[in-house]
């Protein structure tokens, strides 16, 4: 749980791939969030990720209720990059 609603992990990414689905997530108004090992982030200014942040593996959660439309986003823009 985390700010009290359930959260399932989509995948375990490295920081900038994270980031960047979390981008598209959002922009198609899935809300997400990227924990890294030391905490849970809802917002990475790119400043904090050049400087230093943590660029590992990161976990990349959703609401357990939008869980299923992001599955479905991601697989429908994997496929359409796959046709190009």
């Known amino acids: 749980m985390y700010q009290g609603d359930v959260w399932v992990r989509l995948d375990t990414l490295p920081r900038l791939i994270a980031e960047s689905v979390r981008r598209t997530l959002s922009q198609h108004g899935i809300v997400s969030v990227v924990r890294t090992p030391f905490q849970w982030v809802m917002a990475s200014p790119v400043i904090e ?14 609401p357990q209720v939008q869980h299923q439309e992001a599955e479905t986003l991601l ?3 994997s496929a359409e990059a796959e046709e190009d």
């Open 49 to 62: 990720i050049e400087t230093g942040g943590y660029l590992g593996d990161v976990g990349l959660y959703v």
């Open 75 to 77: 697989d429908r823009l």
